[in-house]
């Protein structure tokens, strides 16, 4: 059985930066391309980033809002995908999920969700 | 990027109705269209995908339907464990979009 789960959430003070970890089991996860989605509170959902394995060249892709200041990096002997959020802005504020690419469009699997508030 | 929509945003229904969700693009994004389930506080749930096909475990009332720039998600008979939001999600082109969701709720 798949299991995602995220850690590393917390309260961050704007400008300031976070890691988010998220440890995979349950399948071969350097097979698999890994994404991060969030939900910011009582909104819908919005698209982070995503790493590929190595075997396509290890490339991340991102949504245009954290560009230029996250990154998404995955460490496969550790079965681990991370998100480094730099520079984070209040409207950053929301609940990241990882996930399991599906057929290098969808999000098959979903961790639980690990909340993020930037605020002063 | 590609703006996704869904109509309506919130539809009461019963148990035992039949309940159908529409989404659109726009611009055309042929069948790379999926449907996600979530329910309050917890993560969504992947249903169907290329408009069309169901994840295997997926109830067969769920159907998905369209192509080009309308899609619509039915749920032939609505089950106590379907009252839930609804999303779609455009994989044509990066950035992935998803629309603002559908609530079901009970009537």
Known sequence: EVQLVESGGGLVRPGGSLRLSCAASGFTFSNVWMIWVRQAPGKGLEWVGRTKTKTSGETTDYGAPVKDRFIVSRDDSKNTVYLQMNSLKIEDTAVYYCGTDYATRWVGSWGQGILVTVSS | ?107
Do not use: H, N
């Not at chain 2, 769920?62 to 039915?74: D, H, I, K, Q």
């Not at chain 2, 008979?77 to 990066?94: I, K, N, R, V």
């Open chain 2, 1 to 107: 990027d590609i703006q996704m929509t869904q109509s309506p945003s919130s539809v009461s229904a019963s148990v035992g109705d039949r309940v159908t969700i529409t989404c659109r693009a726009s611009q055309d994004i042929s069948s790379w269209l999926a449907w996600y389930q979530q329910k309050p506080g917890k993560a969504p749930k992947f249903l169907i995908y290329a408009a069309s096909s169901l994840l295997s475990g997926v109830p067969s009332r769920f159907s998905g339907t369209g192509s080009g720039t309308e899609f619509t998600l039915t749920i032939s008979s609505l089950q106590p464990e379907d009252f839930a939001t609804y999303f779609c999600q455009q994989a044509d082109s990066f950035p992935f979009t998803f629309g603002p969701g559908t609530k079901v709720d009970i009537k």
